[in-house]
């Protein structure tokens, strides 16, 4: 599976089982720092390097928020929905292992299935997610649904 960087696809381009891997990111400290400021979630965990040496994660840890952010952007930056999404109906998440600063994500995208809508110039197109670090460990997985435009 390589990297794509693809045109908008519509509803009746996508294939049930098809896959695509996005471009990596790094996890910085600015990024925890920032959210921290930007949700106001300012748990010692993500923000007190003393405090969370002392727990099961030994130092700092991205939000789980931070992380289905980034993972939402880095699905972006496919181009599977330019110019064809119509609206984000929904994301469900679960993480499985810590994310640290330092430790770079890459999003495995799966087509789960493709539903067909009442109205004949839209579909949905549920997708499964694979949050991976760069040990290829899952640290996340969700399933994103998409309105999109069909082009019949």
Do not use: C
């Not at 009746?12 to 720092?33: K, M, Q």
């Not at 921290?36 to 002392?54: Q, V």
């Amino acid at each position: 599976m390589e990297t794509a960087i693809l045109p908008g696809k519509y509803f009746d381009e996508f294939i049930a089982g098809e896959e695509f891997l996005t471009p990596s990111r790094t996890i910085t400290e600015a990024d925890i720092v920032n959210f921290a400021a930007l949700s106001g979630d300012y748990h010692p965990l993500h923000t007190d390097e003393e405090y969370a040496k002392k727990t099961v994660h030994q130092g700092r840890i991205a939000h789980g928020a931070l992380i289905s952010a980034i993972a939402t952007g880095l699905m972006g930056r496919l181009g599977l929905f330019d110019g064809t999404a119509i609206a984000n109906m929904g994301q469900e998440w679960r993480f499985k292992r810590a994310v640290k600063i330092g430790d770079t994500i890459t999003i495995k995208v799966k087509i789960l299935e493709k539903r067909e809508t009442a109205k004949k110039e839209t579909g949905l197109i549920i997708r499964e997610i694979s949050i991976l670090n760069q040990r290829g460990e899952q640290v996340g997985e969700g399933k994103a649904t998409m309105l999109v435009k069909r082009k019949t």
